[in-house]
């Protein structure tokens, strides 16, 4: 009895996972048809290391990865504690936009320092980096034309 109880349980679970993951890719599709594409935070979030080999933990939030025809990168990033991207080069215009937090941006072999209500346009052939400083998430929005 309880065996039963307990696959019946399950077989309930998982079909409600089921009609959810459905609901999400019809719900997509309708706001697609309708002129816009609405994605939450909950269903995007990835958690991974910091990007470019920077280190420590982060969370990345790809908005609009599967809308057709999008060319831009839209992405929330928060890097944790100790977190940081990695210094890399630049190929296209690209964005950061500080939401809170604050950290160290390097940019060409210089380092200032960045806090909520910064913006900082790195231009193709800079090379730059931020590491998370302090004890709060250091919460950032990335943009950027995709190579295509």
Do not use: C
């Not at 909950?42 to 990865?65: I, L, M, Q």
């Not at 910064?118 to 995709?146: F, M, N």
């Amino acid at each position: 009895m309880k065996k039963a109880l307990l696959l019946l349980t399950l077989v309930l679970m998982l079909s409600g996972f089921v009609w959810q993951a459905a609901r999400r890719a019809d719900k997509t599709a309708a706001e697609t048809t309708e002129g816009y594409v609405l994605e939450h935070d909950a269903d995007v979030a990835k958690d991974e290391p910091g990007p470019h080999k920077g280190g420590g933990r982060s969370t990345a939030y790809s908005f609009f990865d599967k809308a057709p025809g999008y060319h831009f990168a839209f992405r929330k990033r928060v890097l944790h504690p100790g977190a940081a991207i990695g210094y890399h080069p630049q190929k296209e215009d690209e964005v950061y936009y500080v939401l809170s937090g604050a950290g160290v941006m390097q940019m060409n072999g210089k380092e200032f320092q960045v806090r909520a209500g910064d913006a900082i346009l790195t231009r193709p052939g800079s090379s730059h980096g931020l590491k998370q400083t302090g004890q709060d998430d250091l919460v950032l929005i990335i943009t950027y034309e995709k190579q295509r």
